[in-house]
């Protein structure tokens, strides 16, 4: 029985899996990402609207997503529309700090569910830091302080229900997972439906405040620094 062989590239189609899943499902419109990948030398925050996280652990790696203007407003507007947000209290502008930080609790949900699915498939443990959103004219490089081992780097876009596109930009270790023998994985629990079953109304309650939750840590303002950005 030859051993199951998972890839760098296998990896990348799971965080494109789990920023599809995400975003979908917290706008409840559909969020797609191409069927081919790009292979590039470097990855880079765009305009209009850049975010990034640094992850370590099992694999090192830096995952970038750059937003244009028109695509980071229709996912802001379309998320607090599903919150209950009357369209009149809405942010219009991508310049706009409430846009930087609902944009920046995305990336953190998305990569908490890419996270929570490597650890449990691949059986190791990865760390992230705390997603940093910035509005920016200018292409700007960014990389890794530290040294990846044989590092590859990859492109892909994604289209919204509106057919604006933006770019997931990842970089990582060249590494492979092999499996050889079969296991078991955890049964994956889903919140909402616990607490609905033992809360009446709870699991309504529960989505909003973690959806509403902005979470602000120094480490990115030290990330920041370490970047020299």
């Known amino acids: ?35 081919m990948i790009q292979s590039i030398n470097k990855t880079c925050l765009k305009p209009d609207l850049g975010c990034f996280s640094i992850f370590d652990g099992g ?5 970038v997503i750059n937003f244009s203007a028109k ?13 209950g947000m009357p369209e009149s209290d809405l942010a219009f502008s991508h310049t706009s700090d409430e846009v930087a930080d609902i ?11 890419f996270i929570v699915k490597m650890n449990k498939e691949l059986q190791t443990s990865i760390n992230q830091s705390q997603p940093k959103m910035l509005t920016i004219n200018k292409e700007l490089t ?17 289209k919204t229900a ?24 955890d049964e994956e629990h889903d919140p909402d439906a616990l ?16 959806n509403q939750a902005v979470v ?7 990330l920041m620094k370490e970047l020299g950005i």
């Not at 695509?71 to 919150?83: F, R």
């Not at 960014?142 to 994604?158: Q, Y």
């Open 1 to 35: 029985m030859t051993p199951q062989v998972i890839t760098s590239d296998d990896i990348l189609l799971k965080l494109c899996h789990s920023v599809s899943h995400v975003l979908s499902s917290t706008t409840s419109s559909p969020i797609s990402h191409a069927a």
């Open 59 to 63: 694999f090192s790696g830096l995952v």
């Open 71 to 83: 695509a980071a407003i229709e996912i802001y507007q379309a998320y607090m529309k599903q919150m």
């Open 103 to 113: 944009m920046g609790e995305l990336m953190n949900q998305i990569l908490g569910d």
């Open 142 to 158: 960014i990389s890794i302080d530290t040294n990846l081992d044989e590092a590859v780097a990859r492109r892909v876009a994604f």
């Open 162 to 185: 509106e057919h604006h596109i933006f770019y997931l930009e990842f970089a990582m270790d060249k590494t492979e997972f092999i499996k050889l023998t079969e296991f078991e994985q």
């Open 195 to 210: 607490l609905a079953q033992h809360s009446p109304g709870g699991s309504a309650s529960w989505a909003k405040s973690v």
């Open 216 to 222: 602000v840590d120094d480490d990115a303002d030290d």
